[in-house]
């Protein structure tokens, strides 16, 4: 039977690191993936989310099972993300303006529908240009959109982790999406064939 | 329901986590406003495009970068756990500090002690009873505010000898 993962924090919290290897094995990969979502830098990612479970591991003692596992570990990693996005943010007013641009902020061109390029190449350039969407939103959507869309989680949990109402957060989705709507209309004219059929968060 | 009353509701009606009467009143809605249904329409290819970002896979190495970080920690031994934390640290300082500023204060009760008028004051305010005392006097004050710096009656001829001389010095 799976243990669930407050009996698994309440384990690690007796001493069993194996429960904690546990979930170090349920969450990495959401959680490097939320990550990179936010920080749009593979490395940072895995920086942050490491750093994640350092954090857990650390508070171990002091857990107590008052609220869900999820909501405190992506709370902690929103505020690194957030934290680490704003200092990347200041770095960069100190670069020079005659600095070459980074290859990932080059322009995306979106290839219009009569072009014959690889498709391995639209594809990836469709989701650089997503990417970009989602990056460009302000935090506090950004963070409600990817816990919403991709890590599929509830209202309640969501708002917790944003520290605001419920209402406040169906607010925040929808400007969000609508923001994302505009923004990649281009692709929403164009659908990628092998994905129809899919379409919603959960 | 309006266009801007259904917002709110029409992404919990999309994924499936409204209830009931929320779910009825966004499809009358939609039934009703064609923009509505268009937006709708696009916010479920929205999910369908925003699913095109591919998963990055952790590094082999993550679980055990996990570990080392661990193993990286300082243990906090017997003599650690004296050092108080910084923010109780913080918290005994401040209240110490309100402590001392607040025994330095003079105590209310003392203050009319502090102020209570000397033996040469009470001998004063006993020559001046016979003016205190005079109601005509105390009820036409108003009138002798209004006269000049230098008063002309010899009815309070004392004051003047604490003021600074204008005329003559």
Partial sequence: ?202 | MKCEDVSNELIAYLDRRANSAERQEVEEHLAACAACRTRAEEFRKLWTVLDEVPVLEPSAAFDAKVRERIAGEPERGWFARLVPQPRFAFSVALLAVLTVWLAGRPSERTAPFATAPTDEEQFQMIDHLGVLENFDMLTKSDVLSELPARPQTEQAPAEDETQPQGDGG
């Fill in chain 1, 1 to 202: 039977m799976t243990r669930s993962d407050v009996q698994l924090m309440l384990d690690v919290k007796a001493g069993d690191d194996v429960s904690f290897g546990l979930l170090l094995q349920r969450y990495r990969l959401p959680l490097v993936n939320f990550l990179y979502r936010m920080v749009r830098d593979a490395a940072t990612a895995e920086d942050l989310a490491q750093e994640t479970f350092l954090r857990v591991y650390r508070a171990r003692k002091q857990y107590s099972p008052s609220a869900k596992f999820t909501t405190w570990l992506f709370r902690i990693a929103t505020n690194l993300a957030l934290n680490s996005v704003r200092d990347n943010r200041h770095r960069q007013l100190d670069v020079s303006l005659d600095a070459p641009a980074e290859e990932d902020e080059a322009p995306v061109q979106i290839p219009a529908k009569e072009m014959r390029i690889d498709e391995h190449m639209i594809e990836r350039d469709r989701a650089q240009f997503i990417r970009r969407a989602i990056a460009a939103l302000p935090e506090k959507q950004r963070v409600a959109v990817l816990l919403h869309k991709y890590e599929e989680m509830d209202y309640v949990e969501i708002a917790k982790i944003l520290d605001c109402s419920e209402s406040a957060l169906k607010s925040l989705l929808f400007r969000a999406y609508e923001t994302l709507r505009v923004q990649l209309a281009p692709l929403l004219a164009q659908p990628v064939a092998h994905r129809a059929g899919e379409g919603r968060p959960s």
